[in-house]
Nanobody, 125 residues
Framework: QVQLVESGGGVVQPGGSLRLSCVGS????????IGWFRQAPGAEREFVGG????????NYSDSVKGRFAISRDNAKNTAYLQMNSLKPEDTGDYYC??????????????????WGQGTQVTVSS
């Protein structure tokens, strides 16, 4: 079992950047695939992207492809979501999640086993 804690959210102007972190503890972080999701007020949780255990494969939603980048440092038990060229529609609570299968990047939130508490991102002028 792994516990996940996100950080790095905040308020940023359109066109700005933020980097979110997801720190794992209590388990073998490097054995999990990590997914990032977001949820806007009144909306369903949405897949943002994911990364396999080794960091060698990534997948992104069309809405963030080319603007967001996911990476991980297993020595630090940390995954990152670098968000560039932010838009107001990127506003929401951002969550990281761990999938037991090391190559388990899934767009469906129900397939993930462990979740962080989320960090809020607001893009506004």
């Amino acid at each position: 079992q792994v516990q996940l804690v996100e950080s790095g959210g905040g308020v940023v102007q359109p066109g700005g950047s933020l980097r979110l972190s997801c720190v794992g503890s209590g388990g073998t972080f490097s054995s999990y695939a990590i997914g990032w999701f977001r949820q806007a007020p009144g909306a369903e949780r949405e897949f943002v992207g994911g990364i396999v255990w080794s960091g060698t494969m990534r997948n992104y939603s069309d809405s963030v492809k080319g603007r967001f980048a996911i990476s991980r440092d297993n020595a630090k038990n940390t995954a990152y979501l670098q968000m560039n060229s932010l838009k107001p529609e990127d506003t929401g609570d951002y969550y990281c999640a761990a999938h037991r299968h090391p190559y388990g990047i899934s767009r469906a939130s129900k397939n993930y086993d462990y979740w962080g508490q989320g960090t809020q991102v607001t893009v506004s002028s």
